[in-house]
Structure formats: C-alpha cells, structure tokens
Nanobody, 121 residues
Framework: QVQLVESGGGLVQPGGSLRLACAASGTIFRISAMGWYRQAPGKQRELVATITSGGSTNYADSVKGRFTISRDNAKKMLYLQMNSLKPEDTAVYYC???????????????WGQGTQVTVSS
C-alpha cells in the first residue's frame, strides 16, 4: 500500500502564510514527479505546482511568486510554502505523487485525502 497524507491546512487571514506538508509512506521504490493541486467549492481541481525528482518546478500563474514547492527525497516529503495568501486561494489542497511500488512496477498516480485551506478575515 502507498499512502500520501497532507497536513498544515487551516484558517489564515489574507496576506498570511501557511506551509503544507505531504508524507508518503508504504511500499515505495521510486517517487518521480510530485505535485500540489487544489479544488475550490463548485470548481474543478486545478494544478498548483509540480516538482520533479531532480527539483525542477512548475507553477500555476495564479500562485507564481507567492508559493514555493519543495521536496525531501530522503524523507519522502513534499512541501508547499504559501505566502501572501488571498481569499481566492481557499480550497482543499491535494498532494499527488507518481510512484512505483517495486523495481518492476510502472509508476502510477497516488493522491492524498486533502487538507482544507481557508483564507478569510
């Protein structure tokens, strides 16, 4: 089994900061790309940021300059530092990983259960 568990969500005022974390556990041989996605009420899930195993990053235009994605490969951890938060950042944030369980397996996408981020005064 592979599990991705997010933490760090909560209520924050506009302009504030939060740091999300995602822990991968279980039978894992290799983690390739990882990413953060979010889904606001009544909207489709959208990409926030991705990072390759080598550290190359990609961000949605709406979060560029405010959010920073990072990972610790040794600890199997993924992070999202969110600064200058806006009410429109309110959503459930999901962690995703492209993971191979054994040396013979192909990678497949795994998802966490999500963590709520609410930006409001």
């Amino acid at each position: 089994q592979v599990q991705l568990v997010e933490s760090g969500g909560g209520l924050v005022q506009p302009g504030g900061s939060l740091r999300l974390a995602c822990a991968a556990s279980g039978t894992i041989f290799r983690i390739s790309a990882m990413g953060w996605y979010r889904q606001a009420p009544g909207k489709q899930r959208e990409l926030v940021a991705t990072i390759t195993s080598g550290g190359s990053t990609n961000y949605a235009d709406s979060v560029k300059g405010r959010f920073t994605i990072s990972r610790d490969n040794a600890k199997k951890m993924l992070y999202l530092q969110m600064n200058s938060l806006k009410p429109e950042d309110t959503a459930v944030y999901y962690c995703s990983g492209d993971i191979a369980r054994t040396v013979v397996d192909r990678t497949r996408d795994y998802w966490g259960q999500g963590t709520q981020v609410t930006v409001s005064s």
